[in-house]
Structures are given as structure tokens and as C-alpha cells.
């Protein structure tokens, strides 16, 4: 079992940044693959951006990865979602997932087990 705290959102406008944390626990969490979802209420969630658990290697969505960026601290637990010159449509509640990801799957939501509550982030024009 594995638990997720995501924290980091709020308000914000155009062009700022934000960072987004998710601290899990388990001595399981640092070898876990964890993945960054988007949702906006009445739309499917939306894959953002995946880190594995070891090699560290770290997968985006074309519409984000020239502004953000995803790292881990296992020694915290902790995976951060950098987050620079964002956008209105970047407007979402991001929630972060644990799971055994790989090259092909890290954007597939149902290979992720254990998923956080969300933090919201909304950006205004």
C-alpha cells in the first residue's frame, strides 16, 4: 500500500511557474515508477509526465515538455513536478500515480495503482 500527498497548486497567471510535490509513503516508493495526470471536470484525464523508479528516466507529453520537468528525491520520498511559462490550458487538478511504468506504458492510467487526491492548479490570461 502505498499513500500520496500531492501539494504545490494554486492560482497563478500566465508565463509563472509553480512546482508541484508528491511525497508517498512505503519503502516501496522509491522504486516505483510515478506518473503526473491532469484532469479538467467533464474531460478524460490526461497524461503530463512520468518518472521510473530507478533508472530514472523520464517521459512528457509533447504539450509540456518544453516547460516542465519531473524528478525525484528518494531520500524524500518526494517527486516534484517543475512546472515554468504556464498556460490557461494548463489549468487542471494534477494528481500523481505510482506504478511499474516502462517506455511503453508510462502513459496508460490504468497501470498505475495507487494515485493522490490532486492539488489544483489554475492559471488566468
Known amino acids: 500500500q502505498v499513500q500520496l500527498v500531492e501539494s504545490g497548486g494554486g492560482m497563478v497567471q500566465a508565463g509563472d511557474s509553480l512546482r508541484l510535490s508528491c511525497r508517498g509513503t512505503?519503502?516501496?516508493?522509491?522504486?516505483?515508477?510515478v506518473g503526473w495526470f491532469r484532469q479538467v471536470p467533464g474531460k478524460e484525464r490526461e497524461f503530463v509526465a512520468a518518472?521510473?523508479?530507478?533508472?530514472?528516466?523520464?517521459y512528457y507529453q509533447d504539450s509540456v515538455k518544453d516547460r516542465f520537468t519531473i524528478s525525484r528525491d528518494n531520500a524524500q520520498n518526494t517527486v516534484y513536478l517543475q512546472m515554468s511559462n504556464l498556460k490557461p490550458e494548463d489549468t487542471a487538478r494534477y494528481h500523481c500515480?505510482?506504478?511499474?511504468?516502462?517506455?511503453?506504458?508510462?502513459?496508460?492510467?490504468?497501470?498505475?495503482?495507487?494515485w493522490g487526491q490532486g492539488t489544483q492548479v489554475t492559471v488566468s490570461s
Open positions: 500515480a505510482v506504478g511499474a511504468l516502462d517506455g511503453r506504458t508510462y502513459a496508460r492510467d490504468r497501470i498505475y495503482s495507487f
Open positions: 512505503g519503502r516501496t516508493f522509491s522504486s516505483l515508477g
Open positions: 518518472i521510473t523508479g530507478r533508472r530514472l528516466a523520464t
